[in-house]
């Protein structure tokens, strides 16, 4: 919870170096790298079993984080619960595909679903900035055990259980290679991010990821069981939906990290404030939210995801443009808006179309597929976020450093509000016209 937030405080505290082995590229490279093995394991145990264990070991994970007393057992901490939340987020889009049947409750579901993944961040960083400012870094970690423990319980006494029904055909092999593939690829853009992206190790892991990943996708065209081969799979429709995502995780990675470096470094508010000051990402997300669930069963999925990207680049776009003489209100303030909102109509649409025909079985693949696209995205942005601001740096005096580091965050942003941009284009151009309704009565 809000681990961004009170990264300078815990650097302070336990002398944390930045280098390749940090708590940061931990959980990272293990989050996205184990997704895809997460969605088999959703598909072979069940998808509320898988939750459960997701979030009990998330649960454990985040209380030896809080306890680390040294940098290394923060390392393994943040690697642990990189790895459980890779088990919690597949299961978790795989109950909202595959547990809900009436249009309207499905739209709902899949909007507030986008909610979370739009304006989760903002909370989070409201949550872990008061707590680490009121009591520790510490507490903002041992803060998610009994959240995590309350999940468990809710999880264990309303959920359904669903347990695979083709687990004797699934293939195990496919997901190890495309997970060996992520975590070179992901590890690979964030040493390229680092050290510059013609580096040999960088070089190394980036082609081992490339070739992993291929080998993955040329197992799962000719083996049973796995998703190509066991549900409607690589349509025009899915590829759209897959490419969309992982611009999209690349349009907004950098949204975060640049409103925090505005508000914690160029204007010195304390981590508690800057996430009061956040709000505004949440607010817009949960009014966003309502009007999708509203409109997704009514709509075509890309009138509602190219609206959405595009207003979330627009606002994009207006957080570019802050310097320390903006103005929180008339400047951040709409920007966040603008963002929030069209990030949460865009993503609910957006993880509906791509979980759309699914077979139940195959939910929990199908849900890594597309989470794994917007991890990809992400990874790509913050190798390139770390680059330019690295090179501003670099180039900077003492004195200007503050503005220099927002300067990079804020290249970035233009770079991402072009990501998105291109998102629109490509769920238009894929993404069907017709309506759910229209669509279900063709089939």
């Not at 290249?411 to 990501?419: K, V």
Request: glycine residues 14%; hydrophobic residues 50%.
């Amino acid at each position: 919870m809000g681990f961004s937030t009170a990264l300078p405080t815990i650097q302070g505290d336990l002398g944390l170096a930045d280098g390749p082995l940090n708590p940061v590229t931990a959980y990272v490279v293990t989050f996205a790298g184990l997704l895809l093995l997460g969605g088999y394991v959703c598909d072979r145990v069940g998808a509320k079993r898988t939750l459960i264990i997701g979030l009990s070991g998330f649960a454990l994970a985040s209380a030896l984080c809080g306890s680390a007393a040294a940098p290394e057992m923060l390392v393994v901490a943040r690697a642990l619960q990189g790895a459980f939340a890779a088990l919690v987020t597949p299961s978790g889009l795989s109950l909202v595909s595959t547990g809900f049947t009436d249009p309207r409750e499905r739209s709902r579901a899949f909007g507030i679903y986008g909610a979370v993944a739009a304006g989760g961040g903002a909370l989070g960083a409201l949550a872990g900035g008061w707590l680490a400012e009121l009591a520790s870094w510490r507490m903002s970690q041992f803060a998610s055990v009994p959240l995590a423990a309350l999940a468990v319980t809710g999880a264990a006494i309303v959920l359904p259980g669903r347990p695979s029904d083709d687990r004797g055909r699934s293939d195990g092999f496919g997901p190890l290679l495309g997970s060996a593939g992520l975590v070179a690829l992901v590890y690979g853009t964030d040493e390229a991010g680092r050290v510059g992206w013609t580096a040999p190790l960088a070089l190394c892991f980036l082609a081992a990821g490339v070739l992993l990943l291929t080998a993955f996708v040329w197992r799962t065209t000719r083996t049973s069981g796995t998703p190509s081969a066991g549900h409607p799979g690589w349509d025009r429709e899915r590829l759209g939906c897959a490419v969309a995502m992982v611009l999209t995780g690349a349009g907004f990675l950098a949204i975060l990290p640049t409103l925090t470096v505005y508000l914690q470094y160029v204007f010195g508010y304390a981590p508690g404030p800057a996430g009061v000051m956040l709000l505004p990402l949440a607010v817009a997300a949960v009014t966003a939210a309502s009007l999708s669930a509203r409109l997704q069963h009514r709509a075509a999925p890309r009138v509602l995801i190219v609206s959405g990207l595009v207003t979330a680049a627009a606002g994009t776009l207006l957080l570019a443009g802050i310097d320390p003489g903006s103005g929180y209100g008339s400047q951040v303030v709409p920007g966040m808006l603008l963002t929030g909102f069209g990030g949460t109509l865009a993503l609910g649409p957006l993880f509906a179309a791509a979980s759309s025909g699914i077979a139940p079985r195959h939910s929990g693949a199908a849900a890594a597929v597309v989470l794994t696209a917007q991890q990809v995205g992400e990874a790509v942005c913050a190798a390139l976020l770390v680059s330019l601001v690295s090179a501003r740096l670099a180039a900077s005096s003492e004195e200007s450093q503050a503005e220099q580091l927002l300067l990079g965050y804020t290249e970035t942003l233009r770079w991402a509000a072009g990501a998105l941009l291109l998102a629109a284009l490509v769920s238009g151009l894929l993404l069907r016209a017709r309506t759910p309704a229209a669509a279900d009565n063709a089939r």
